[in-house]
């Protein structure tokens, strides 16, 4: 076997955990883009098998938790944009995108060129089938809401108006997927440690 060149990849991608979210307000508790990637790629993958047990889907969900887990992958060059900032403006929204798309082609370009193709389906957000998007655009804002919530626990009451409106926004879309986790997973959060182990 022919040694293979260095790959950047990986290297590039643990960096995730160093880049903060939330850049904008102040924090009680600090999210990286990392931590913030593994909560969404849960809450995809839960939606998924909670979308196929109970309400007729068919959604692929170990590809809805890959594609999760990369899907904030191109903030390692671009770094994290504040929602306000990105959705500021319709021209806003079309810059950044094609920031994003020119990010997720240089990550894609640190592979072996044998993987690259492998991996297109998870960095790329344009090859994600509609359901895998809905789901992914779904648990990233579930998490959000979560964030919020564990913000306004702490005390945290910059965070109200962003609590409302992302609530408001989950209410609107009521995916049924969504609405179930907020039935029978959200109160959990509420609850400190021992009573959770004591239930």
């Known amino acids: 076997m022919s040694q293979s060149p260095i790959?950047?990849?990986?290297?590039?991608?643990?960096?995730?955990?160093?880049?903060?979210?939330?850049?904008?307000?102040?924090?009680?508790?600090?999210?990286n883009v990392a931590t913030h990637s593994w909560e969404v790629a849960t809450l995809a993958h839960a939606l998924a098998l909670i979308r196929n047990r109970h309400f007729e889907g068919s959604v692929d969900a170990d590809r809805v938790a890959a594609a999760a887990l990369y899907h904030d992958a191109t903030e390692v060059i671009t770094g994290d944009m504040p929602t306000p900032v990105k959705y500021h403006s319709r021209v806003m929204r079309e810059v950044f995108g094609d920031i994003e798309h020119k990010a997720e082609s240089e990550l894609l370009a640190l592979l072996p060129a044998?993987?690259?193709?492998?991996?297109?389906?998870?960095?790329?957000?344009?090859?994600?089938?509609?359901?895998?998007?809905?789901?992914i655009k779904a648990a990233d804002r579930l998490s959000a809401w979560l964030k919020c919530q564990a913000e306004?626990?702490?005390?945290?009451?910059?965070f109200e108006p962003a609590a409302a409106q992302i609530f408001q926004r989950l209410q609107q879309e009521a995916l049924p997927e969504v609405l179930y986790f907020l039935e029978v997973f959200a109160p959990s959060y509420q609850r400190p440690l021992d009573h959770l182990l004591e239930e």
Do not use: C, T
């Open 114 to 135: 044998s993987l690259q193709g492998d991996f297109a389906q998870y960095l790329r957000e344009s090859e994600w089938p509609d359901e895998v998007k809905e789901l």
């Open 152 to 158: 306004m626990q702490a005390g945290n009451k910059e």
């Open 7 to 31: 790959s950047h990849f990986f290297a590039y991608v643990a960096r995730l955990r160093w880049i903060k979210r939330w850049g904008l307000m102040r924090n009680a508790i600090e999210e």
